[in-house]
């Protein structure tokens, strides 16, 4: 355990609401990454941080790494059983007032609690910020995760968050939460093994999501991570659709508990959601998890969609129907190409590129130079 933990209720004061912060580590298979994530917890200017870091039943080189660290970090060896499984481990025995789940593969920034205390409120039930896209040598791809049209406010997140069951936020490592929201949901239990999923989706009901618009986690794409893509996988389409829906359901029965009635078809209206949902459609129907769904629906789901504010600029939401349009009705070798660009982002034309950045649709990483912008994006 980090040694200044000890130090946690000294540094709480009335200018000063938060106190330990735990920085809970989830890994399988990822010792190459693994010792700059756990140096970047180490190294966080804050002066009462503990790190514990969960292995998941690796079968590489994971074991020596952490213990080669000592005493800095608390180590949870356990068997393969998905990331809920090592929220639900890390969390146990942790003891902060925050809690970050980093990513392995995903770098924090010095700063971050500094910037995030700055922010913090009893009433708070998790700080998001900003992630710089990296690849997997480290370097700078250009892009921000996500980009915002508008920062929204906590008020906006909860009304985004019930109409279409969603809300711009990045993965796991950018989210700081309480410990007091998440003794309210974890232990998690479900089918689905991304435990940022449940958090993320609960936070909106159980406090307030505060943005910082700052890029404050390097988040690393290097074609094993679940949540990003560097080549066109049809499969992963419908994963990340069933992963939505999964989200949703949760999502409505954590509201419910708190008198919130999310609609039945919240999630169809997420704009976020239906270029996956037609993605997974046109390229591999037969594997499709939505029952009954068709192009049409889909269209017409995005028509009611663009209208229904969730953070988008006229510009952004005028774009993505286009791309709609055009993936859902081009013949399929074309519309591959469209879910090529959308999902893939290295594989853009540069002139699409520019034309997307004249437009506002996309921004540039300011802290990345001109020939960075080719890196590839998340799917988000």
Same mark, same amino acid.
């Given at each position: 355990m980090n040694a200044s933990a000890t130090t946690a209720k000294s540094t709480r004061s009335s200018e000063q609401p938060l106190g330990l912060v735990s920085i809970v580590v989830s890994s399988y298979n990822y010792a190459d990454f693994l010792p700059i994530a756990l140096d970047s917890a180490l190294a966080l200017d804050w002066p009462a941080v503990e790190v514990i870091v969960v292995d998941d039943g690796s079968t590489d080189s994971s074991r020596s790494v952490i213990e080669s660290y000592g005493d800095r970090v608390t180590a949870v060896f356990q068997s393969n059983q998905g990331q809920t499984s090592a929220y639900n481990a890390g969390f146990a025995r942790s003891r902060g007032d925050a809690v970050i789940f980093l #990513? =392995?593969?995903?770098?924090?920034?010095?700063?971050?609690?500094?910037?995030?205390?700055?922010? !913090?409120?009893? =009433?708070?039930?998790?700080?998001?910020?900003?992630?710089?896209?990296?690849?997997?040598?480290?370097?700078?791809?250009?892009a921000l995760l996500p980009q915002y049209d508008v920062v929204p406010s906590a008020g906006d997140v909860t009304r !985004?968050?019930?109409a279409t069951s969603d809300y711009p936020t990045p993965p796991g490592s950018a989210?700081?939460?309480?410990?007091?929201?998440?003794?309210?949901?974890?232990?998690?239990?479900?089918?689905?093994?991304?435990? #940022?999923?449940?958090?993320?989706?609960? =936070?909106?009901?159980l406090g307030e999501v505060v943005t910082v618009a700052e890029p404050l986690v390097s988040y690393r794409v290097h074609g094993r991570n679940n949540g990003a893509m560097s080549s066109l996988d049809a499969r992963r389409f419908a994963k990340e659709v069933g992963r939505a829906m999964g989200r949703f359901h949760y999502a409505r029965a954590i509201a419910a508990r708190t008198g919130v009635t999310?609609?039945?078809r919240a999630v169809h209206r997420g704009l976020r959601f239906l270029p996956y949902r037609l993605a997974s459609l046109r390229l591999e129907a037969a594997t499709h998890p939505v029952a009954g769904d068709s192009v049409s629906r889909v269209l017409s789901d995005a028509a009611r969609a663009v209208r229904e504010p969730q953070g988008y600029s006229a510009r952004s939401r005028a774009a993505l129907l286009g791309w709609l349009l055009l993936t859902a009705t081009l013949p399929l070798p074309l519309a591959k190409r469209l879910i090529l660009w959308r999902f893939v982002s290295a594989s853009r034309p540069e002139t699409l590129r520019r034309a997307l950045r004249a437009l506002g649709v996309l921004r540039a990483d300011p802290e990345a130079g001109p020939s960075s912008t080719r890196g590839v994006a998340p799917c988000a």
């Open positions: #990513d =392995a593969d995903d770098i924090l920034h010095p700063s971050l609690i500094r910037r995030v205390a700055r922010v !913090w409120s009893p =009433a708070v039930s998790k700080v998001q910020v900003q992630m710089r896209i990296i690849d997997e040598q480290g370097r700078a791809q250009g !985004w968050m019930t989210n700081i939460y309480a410990r007091a929201f998440l003794e309210k949901i974890i232990p998690i239990s479900g089918e689905n093994r991304a435990g #940022d999923s449940y958090c993320i989706a609960a =936070a909106p009901f999310m609609p039945e």
